[in-house]
């Protein structure tokens, strides 16, 4: 495993390893590692560890620039400390790089300030296949990141290329990612979490279509009881209490900012009530499952999980699948996967202002000989018939891959892509349709 | 090859007899110069208009094999939409004109390139939807707006970029295949831009439109928002003398002016952190005269005073789901304009706005801006923090004077506007000037005072004016911005066989 310290560094073990035609894999979270993009048995390990400085943290302008070694564990209390928040992924790890997060195109529990899937990454500095410094968007001049000026927070080009959209979700395949920029928003000064039981999932994708086309709740997702209770339960026994909510359960919160907060906050609870009415749904502010649940909620949506062991992980091993869907698919295919698998955990969550949906399908199990292969398997053919009904996986993880790299033209104009900028496909070999 | 009566046949069986032309009065119509630039284009051998994309494959792939150019055009407002050399025939998609489908629960327009905004935006709103309109006026096709140019709007503080509603697309590439990005690579519909992997989306655009360098798009989505406001708005009067009045509680417009523009900085980021408004931007002082005046001669009236009661105007437009948060949103924006040192401007001047709320929509009466009849052209035109685009904005007084005091350029050294995005999060600068086009000397004045715009940004370091080009056009300012010609000529050259021929 190597463990570079700078950009130069980077640059040397690519250049080193392109010369040697040995491949490389790049790692930036702690364990564990849950889709396999940073493990590769054909190419080095190059760990990015010791890159972990938090670069800056702009109040004013709302964004934090880290290594891409910064995990979110200890990037969330530096941003709080200075009044802003980054958009978290929903029970992100706290070992988890937060570049790394935004790169893999994790989904984010505020829609409504995701105005694109890449968000919020805003600019990255990356080292090609070439072994060529790149920066993205804004951040690539004029003149040297000492010399320029701009706050290097613009995603787009520079010129008429988005190159940030060629290393986001490419797991490493085109460039490995030194730094990255991330948008971060103002600290709510107030706020109200909002449980909104149903029946079925369709009445609350449905319920979050109307809430986020008009922008009220910040953080919003829906989950069913599986995981509902193994997410926010700590234990075994907390688990099958939680087990009593309604199959379906949407968590949304409204949030009020500097000024006049509360009045906020009043307002944007009006608009949920006045929603959840409409359709027969009730927006409940407790959950009485629990003692103090309602503060354990609101607490870790708003942070990472800083629990020593995954809440994936509670039973030994897990797998998943993801996919994204737009609205007008997503009960069709939520409604499938129950058919299929009903004891499988489900979370659904609202994506680019509320215009698709990241669903998530997840096992848990056992860890003992074959069982990972049994679900490994078992998903692969829910996936073959979800991408039938119009599934769309844009993450492809593993075996994945056969299903999304089929269309000559498109594979073809992807790898036109890999060698510019991997011309000798060094950069996580095997991966992908590389 | 050079074209031929042959080529042309061959066309024709393509598109039909009706949808190609080599007569003169229709060549002269597609070669015409536009206003600032002094030279006339060469003409194109034919002009042809196929009605789908399997023609425009079609056409390409003969191009190709006859070795003929070709420029695809739908307006034909930019220079680059004429020929530039010989044996070139215009591709016009004006034909391709169709709004394939609006689908209101995935909130995204399905269309065709020959669709203008005056035809899109009225269908989206009548679903309670709205789109951001490039500030281009009624007659731009937003399939160009989003996919092949640039696209600051004035809508973009509430919204975005149109780099960030584009999603899936269709192109024939320059090979003549027909290509699809995003979710429809995988058949799962035009709702995510995004590639399975690394995304091709980023070769259709980035800052700005690569103007078809990697093909042609023939369909695009762009992603749809929810538009505060009724369905349909009043009207008074007949255009050009006509108000659009849009009649609801929970709708106003407010203007203030400050007297500068670190007082202007300081209130867009506090408006945006509170993520009041649905509309904020820096106007600039000569297009809003322009707009407020119906003829050249009650501009020179009123000019005077205009530039001086509105030298920095920053407009606000509040857009509220009801009576109570327009009041909670007036309640912050007041408090915000007094701690910045804003002034509201006299209501007769700020009723222009409430009468003309078009403008928020498909900045209908941009036109008036070329009643003066010199020329003009926007520059800078780059996109960073607000901050930064603040400051690029005070920089532009230290070289302007030396043009506006020897009447090179219109005297107007206010005259940028800055627009904010995200509520905020980022910002775009564009300088308008004119000048007269008429004066012998005017073209090189033009370029002379690009240049000194192009060059303060560069000593300053200020990223405001954005890379163009590709390859050796793009050389001297490539290497300032992490030689990103080379990677974009390596691209180009990638996915474009035939480009530099």
């Known amino acids: 495993m190597l463990f570079p310290e700078n950009t130069e560094q980077v640059q040397e073990i690519i250049r080193n390893a392109r010369e040697a035609g040995r491949g490389l894999v790049p790692l930036s979270s702690e364990p564990s590692h849950f889709h396999g993009a940073s493990v590769n048995p054909n190419a080095e390990t190059v760990c990015f560890s010791r890159m972990n400085r938090v670069m800056k943290i702009d109040r004013r302008s709302r964004y934090a620039r880290v290594e891409a070694g910064v995990t979110f564990g200890a990037l969330i209390p530096l941003l709080a400390e200075q009044g802003l928040r980054l958009n978290l992924p929903f029970l992100a790890r706290a070992g988890k790089s937060a570049a790394a997060s935004a790169l893999e195109r994790e989904a984010v529990l505020i829609p409504k300030y995701q105005y694109d899937y890449p968000d919020p990454l805003l600019t990255v500095e990356t080292v090609f296949g070439t072994g060529d410094m790149f920066r993205t968007g804004s951040a690539a001049g004029p003149g040297s990141y000492e010399a320029s000026k701009a706050d290097k927070i613009l995603p787009w080009g520079p010129g008429s290329i988005d190159y940030l959209r060629f290393l986001s979700g490419a797991q490493g395949t085109i460039g490995f990612v030194t730094w990255a920029t991330l948008k971060a928003e103002v600290l709510p000064s107030a706020s109200r979490l909002f449980f909104i039981a149903a029946e079925n999932a369709e009445t609350l994708t449905d319920l979050a279509n109307t809430l986020l086309r008009k922008r009220i709740p910040d953080e919003c997702i829906i989950m069913n009881r599986e995981d509902f209770a193994a997410a926010f339960g700590d234990n075994e026994a907390e688990e099958q209490t939680l087990r009593g909510v309604s199959p379906w359960i949407m968590l949304c919160r409204v949030c009020g900012y500097d000024r006049y907060p509360e009045e906020r906050v009043d307002i944007y609870d009006g608009y949920v009530r006045d929603a959840c009415s409409e359709v027969g749904l009730n927006a409940e502010t407790s959950c009485s499952l629990l003692p103090g649940l309602e503060e354990r909620i609101e607490r870790m949506l708003t942070d990472c999980d800083r629990r020593e062991k995954s809440w994936k992980l509670r039973l030994g091993a897990e797998q998943e699948l993801l996919l994204l869907a737009a609205p007008s698919k997503a009960s069709e295919l939520i409604a499938l996967i129950e058919s299929e698998l009903p004891d499988a955990g489900i979370i659904v969550q609202p994506q680019v202002q509320g215009r698709a949906f990241r669903i998530e399908c997840n096992l848990r199990f056992e860890d003992k000989p074959g069982e990972t292969e049994k679900y490994e398997a078992v998903l692969f053919e829910l996936a073959k018939k979800l991408a039938d009904k119009g599934a769309y996986f844009d993450r492809p993880y593993g075996r994945l891959t056969e299903l999304v790299y089929n269309e000559p033209l498109s594979v073809d104009a992807m790898k036109r892509l890999k060698t510019i900028f991997d011309p000798d496909g060094i950069l996580n070999p095997g991966k992908l349709c590389f | ?501």
């Open chain 2, 1 to 501: 090859m050079s074209f031929s009566e042959q080529v042309y046949q061959e066309l024709a069986a393509v598109v039909g007899e009706r949808n190609i032309s080599r007569e003169e009065y229709v060549l002269a119509g597609n070669r015409a110069k536009t206003p600032e630039i002094p030279f006339a284009h060469p003409s194109p051998e034919a002009i042809v208009l196929p009605g789908s994309t399997e023609e425009v494959a079609e056409i390409v792939r003969i191009c190709n094999r006859c070795g003929i150019k070709y420029v695809a055009v739908v307006t034909g407002c930019i220079p680059s939409a004429y020929a530039t050399g010989e044996d070139t025939i215009i591709i016009h998609l004006k034909r391709m004109n169709r709004i394939v489908e609006i689908n209101d629960k995935d909130r995204y327009a399905l269309i065709e390139p020959g669709v203008r905004h005056v035809q899109l935006y009225p269908e989206v709103r009548k679903r309670g939807l709205s789109y951001a309109a490039a500030a281009v006026g009624p007659g731009g096709s937003p399939l160009v707006t989003y996919s092949c140019t640039g696209g600051d709007n004035h809508v973009q503080y509430g919204t975005s970029r149109p780099s960030r509603y584009l999603l899936g697309v269709e192109l024939v590439t320059p090979e003549g295949e027909i290509l699809r990005t995003g979710s429809l690579q995988t058949d799962s519909g035009w709702f995510c831009p995004e590639s399975p992997g690394p995304s091709l989306r980023g070769v259709v655009r980035g800052y700005s439109g690569n103007s078809g360098k990697v093909g042609i798009v023939t369909k695009c989505a762009i992603a749809l928002d929810m538009c505060k406001g009724p369905a349909e708005i009043r009207r008074e009067g007949i255009t050009p003398h006509h108000k659009m009045i849009m009649d609801s509680d929970c709708s106003r417009v407010y203007v203030f002016n400050y007297e500068n523009i670190q007082d202007v900085c300081d209130a867009i980021i506090a408006l945006g952190e509170n993520e009041i408004g649905a509309t904020v931007q820096k106007y600039f002082y000569l297009p809003l005269t322009l707009m407020m005046t119906n003829s050249a001669n009650e501009f020179w009236e009123k000019w005077d005073t205009y530039k001086e009661v509105m030298s920095m105007p920053l407009v606000v437009h509040l857009a509220a789901h009801s009576v109570r948060e327009r009041e909670y949103e007036e309640k912050i924006l007041f408090d915000i304009i007094n701690e910045t040192h804003g002034t509201r401007i006299p209501r007769e001047y700020e009723q222009w706005w409430e009468d003309h709320m078009d403008y928020f929509m498909i900045v209908s009466r941009l036109q008036s801006v070329l009643r003066l009849g010199g020329s003009w052209l926007p520059i800078k035109t780059g996109a960073e923090s607000v901050q930064h685009m603040c400051d690029v904005g005070e920089s532009i007084g230290e070289f302007i004077h030396d043009f506006t005091n020897t009447g090179k350029i219109f005297n107007a050294p206010e005259n940028y506007q800055i627009i904010p995005m995200e509520y905020g999060h980022f910002a775009s600068i564009e300088l308008l000037f004119m000048w007269d086009r008429f004066d012998p000397d005017g073209f090189k004045n033009m370029a002379e005072f690009c240049a000194a715009s192009r060059e303060s940004d560069l000593k300053k370091h200020y990223h405001a004016s954005p890379i163009m080009g590709y390859g050796k056009r793009a050389e001297k300012q490539g290497v300032l911005y992490s030689n990103c010609h080379i990677w974009a000529q390596l691209i180009y050259e990638a996915y474009n066989p035939y480009i530099g021929q």
